[in-house]
């Protein structure tokens, strides 16, 4: 059965800390593992990864995947208090492109 | 350019009783997804629509069924509803083919 398991699920940080959010997966046939922040409503798109390896990078975000290992790292350098949100991560598997597996999500709370 | 709309933004049922939650995509989108998140848990896969017609079904019961419309908007129906079907449902577009998927801002719906 396909399924994605973050950690931490709930992490509480201080302005200016570094950090790391993990996501393992196990999917039939990968094609694609998903980074989103959800923080009222609707999940909002940070990153696709495909290949393993090859970090992406938004700003203070990036993230990588290890298609080997099976699983991906988000981080983030220099939070900040509009950084606090649910992390979800998803992975999606050839033949049911669209149909996203998601983990539970890890809460950040980023504190003054 | 507006992204994926939902309407209504919140509703109230009483169990038993029916409803339809409606989604438009984002501008050349041509494929529709709908998921249920419960309250602390990832969004989980409903079904998806893609010209007009279901390709994929996640694991819900037959008395979630769903419709697209030729200018692709969706609609999501729920029958008998039950006391578990409280949550945020969630509409996400993407074109066949294509990369991420877009999500609206959801439809809370809470059955009392």
């Known amino acids: 059965e396909d399924k994605v398991v973050q950690s931490p699920l709930s992490l509480v940080v201080h302005e200016g800390d570094t950090v790391t959010l993990n996501c393992s997966y196990e999917?039939?046939?990968?094609?694609?593992l998903l980074w989103y922040k959800q923080e009222k409503k609707a999940p909002t798109f940070l990153f696709m990864l495909t290949s393993s390896g090859i970090e992406k990078k938004s700003g203070r975000l990036s993230s990588i995947l290890d298609k080997k290992e099976l699983f991906s790292i988000l981080n983030i350098t220099a939070t900040q208090t509009g950084d606090s949100a649910v992390y979800l991560c998803a992975v999606e598997g050839r033949g049911s492109q669209g149909n996203l597996i998601f983990g539970k999500g890890t809460k950040l709370s980023v504190k003054p | 350019d507006a992204g994926v709309t939902q309407s209504p933004t919140h509703l109230i049922k009483t169990r038993g009783q029916q409803v339809t939650l409606r989604c438009s995509p984002k501008?050349?989108?041509?494929?529709v997804s709908w998921y249920q998140q419960a309250l602390g848990q990832g969004p989980q896969f409903i079904f998806q629509y893609y010209e007009e017609e279901e390709r994929q079904r996640g694991n819900f019961p037959d008395r979630f069924s769903g419709h697209q419309f030729p200018n692709y908007s969706s609609e999501l129906n729920v029958n008998a509803l039950l006391l578990g079907d409280s949550a945020l449902y969630l509409c996400?577009?993407?074109?066949?083919?294509?990369?991420?998927?877009?999500f609206g801002q959801g439809t809370r719906l809470t059955v009392v």
């Open positions: 999917v039939t046939n990968f094609r694609s």
């Open positions: 501008s050349g989108h041509d494929t």
């Open positions: 996400a577009s993407s074109f066949v083919g294509g990369t991420e998927a877009f």
